[in-house]
């Protein structure tokens, strides 16, 4: 095993099943959605930042008050 799969192996993202457990909170929604607000892009991100947002605000107003 060399130094870059090293790095790798920290880096990768946790498996998450889809079940109630992994569903955000309105809490969490609100976080991502105010971090990103206050946070800077480039413009090639910009598409992706757009169609993640608007699932975000989705599923936010979609969760019971």
Avoid: A, C, W
């Avoid at 946070?39 to 989705?58: A, C, E, M």
């Amino acid at each position: 095993m060399g130094i870059i799969d090293k790095v790798r192996s920290k880096n990768e993202t946790p498996k998450v099943e889809n079940t109630e457990e992994s569903k955000l909170t309105q809490s969490e929604i609100e976080f991502v959605l105010v971090t990103l607000r206050e946070s800077t892009f480039k413009g090639t991100q910009v598409v992706d930042l757009y169609n993640t947002v608007l699932k975000l605000q989705q599923q936010h107003k979609n969760l019971p008050k």
